[in-house]
């Protein structure tokens, strides 16, 4: 409990509140039983992309029948608070996809380059069909052909944001609601993100 009120006035320091525990909560709920009424009764295989959509990935599993498969790529992109729009790490991820049904679940729709590089690797690994959740999407144009989520939490402003599993160098993932980062947290050029 006091852990708590400690953490809540913290958060509010680091931005303006876009996204509360509530609805954060009560949306990944509505987004599992969705998901759910899609699949069933085939197997599927989620593969949730670290570190980003860890927290959203864990919740959305434990809404999800026992069954359900998880895997975790690890996908880095960001570069502070900057999409590098060349996503490392893919060439590492491989697993058992061959004729499988696949949902990729990533914290954030921005570019669309990580989803469609993950697309791409899933493909070569032979899955049978590749579908997107993401909590988040951006207000924002992409290129004709890049992958669009059949599931989106929250449509949001073209703005950085942190918490509930998203960082700004590595920090405030651990946050329960999503917040806007404040201009002054952000330091000039941006130094290395990760996920
Ligand atoms: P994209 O490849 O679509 O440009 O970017 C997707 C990845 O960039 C996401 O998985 C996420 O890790 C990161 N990202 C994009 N926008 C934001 C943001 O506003 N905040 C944070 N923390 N990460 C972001
Ligand atoms: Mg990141
Ligand atoms: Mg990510």
Same mark, same amino acid.
């Given at each position: 409990?006091?852990?708590?009120?400690?953490? #809540?006035?913290? !958060?509010? +320091?680091?931005?303006?509140?876009?996204?509360?525990?509530?609805?954060?909560? =009560?949306?990944?709920?509505?987004?599992?039983?969705?998901?759910? @009424?899609?699949?069933? $009764?085939?197997?599927?295989?989620?593969?949730?992309?670290?570190?980003?959509?860890?927290?959203? @990935?864990?919740?959305?599993?434990?809404?999800?029948?026992? +069954? @359900? #498969?998880?895997?975790?790529?690890?996908?880095?992109?960001?570069?502070?608070?900057?999409?590098? /729009?060349?996503?490392? /790490?893919?060439?590492?991820? /491989?697993?058992?996809?061959?004729?499988?049904?696949?949902?990729?679940?990533?914290?954030?729709?921005?570019?669309?380059? @990580?989803?469609?590089?993950?697309?791409?690797?899933?493909?070569?690994?032979?899955?049978?069909?590749?579908?997107?959740?993401?909590?988040?999407?951006? =207000?924002?144009? %992409? $290129?004709?052909?890049? $992958?669009? $989520?059949?599931?989106?939490?929250? !449509?949001?402003?073209?703005?950085?944001?942190?918490?509930?599993?998203?960082?700004?160098?590595? %920090?405030?993932?651990?946050?329960?609601?999503?917040?806007?980062?404040?201009? #002054?947290?952000?330091?000039? /050029?941006?130094?290395?993100?990760?996920?």
């Amino acid at each position: 409990m006091h852990r708590r009120v400690f953490k #809540e006035s913290r !958060e509010s +320091e680091i931005g303006s509140l876009l996204l509360s525990e509530g609805v954060i909560r =009560q949306r990944v709920k509505a987004l599992a039983a969705d998901i759910h @009424t899609a699949y069933s $009764p085939v197997p599927f295989t989620i593969v949730g992309l670290l570190n980003g959509s860890l927290l959203f @990935t864990a919740d959305l599993l434990r809404e999800l029948p026992p +069954e @359900t #498969e998880v895997v975790f790529w690890r996908v880095k992109s960001y570069r502070g608070t900057l999409s590098s /729009g060349n996503p490392e /790490g893919l060439e590492a991820e /491989g697993g058992e996809f061959a004729g499988r049904r696949v949902l990729v679940v990533d914290d954030i729709l921005d570019s669309g380059c @990580t989803l469609s590089a993950v697309e791409k690797r899933l493909r070569a690994l032979g899955a049978s069909s590749v579908e997107y959740c993401v909590l988040l999407a951006k =207000q924002r144009a %992409r $290129p004709p052909g890049f $992958p669009v $989520p059949r599931w989106v939490g929250f !449509e949001i402003p073209d703005r950085f944001v942190v918490g509930y599993g998203l960082d700004y160098n590595g %920090r405030y993932r651990g946050l329960s609601s999503i917040r806007m980062l404040e201009e #002054e947290k952000i330091l000039p /050029g941006g130094a290395e993100s990760a996920g």
